[in-house]
């Protein structure tokens, strides 16, 4: 079923989820994380993951997980709302390499877009640290809970 790529356990998100890769955290569960892009084309950019799927992409994933990824990214989306007061809110995945995926486990983008504010290229240029992140990511964290 996939656009060519198959799971590779030693991805960058299946690293983050073991730990053995840094994220500044929003959201976590048994099931599922959310976390900020490490190149945030927003303030606000966040990347939301499941856990134990092994789905590469949108054609892969599990109904169960895919329901369990859609009810997180909307609370994230809704936090980020909340707390950021973003002008818009795009919801983003891409699946294959040909439509601009660049890492190949599932995820979900909530890209806040603000009005005036040119929203950056996809996974690109220069890292945020995560002194920057933190303190936005707090904000959402906050409006979660
Ligand atoms: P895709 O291109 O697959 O739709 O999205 C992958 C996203 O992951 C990109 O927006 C990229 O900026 C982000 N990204 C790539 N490497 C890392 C990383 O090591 N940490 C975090 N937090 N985000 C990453």
């Given at each position: 079923m996939s656009l060519e790529n198959q799971y590779?356990?030693?991805?960058?998100?299946?690293?983050?989820?073991?730990?053995?890769?840094?994220?500044?955290?929003?959201?976590?569960?048994?099931?599922?994380?959310?976390?900020?892009?490490?190149?945030?084309?927003?303030?606000?950019?966040?990347?939301?993951?499941?856990?134990?799927?092994?789905?590469?992409?949108?054609?892969?994933?599990?109904?169960?997980?895919?329901?369990?990824?859609?009810?997180?990214?909307?609370k994230v989306a809704r936090a980020v709302n909340d707390s950021l007061k973003p002008d818009?809110?795009?919801?983003?995945?891409?699946?294959?390499?040909?439509a601009g995926q660049t890492v190949f486990h599932l995820h979900f983008h909530v890209l806040p877009v603000y009005e005036g504010v040119v929203v950056a290229a996809h996974a690109s240029g220069k890292p945020a640290d995560a002194e920057s992140l933190e303190p936005i990511a707090a904000d959402i964290r906050a409006a979660l809970s």
């Open positions: 590779d356990s030693d991805n960058i998100f299946a690293k983050i989820i073991r730990g053995e890769l840094p994220s500044v955290k929003v959201l976590e569960t048994e099931k599922i994380l959310a976390f900020m892009d490490v190149f945030p084309q927003s303030k606000g950019h966040c990347l939301i993951i499941h856990k134990t799927s092994e789905a590469v992409n949108f054609l892969d994933v599990e109904p169960q997980a895919l329901s369990e990824l859609m009810e997180a990214t909307q818009g809110i795009r919801i983003l995945q891409f699946s294959g390499a040909r």
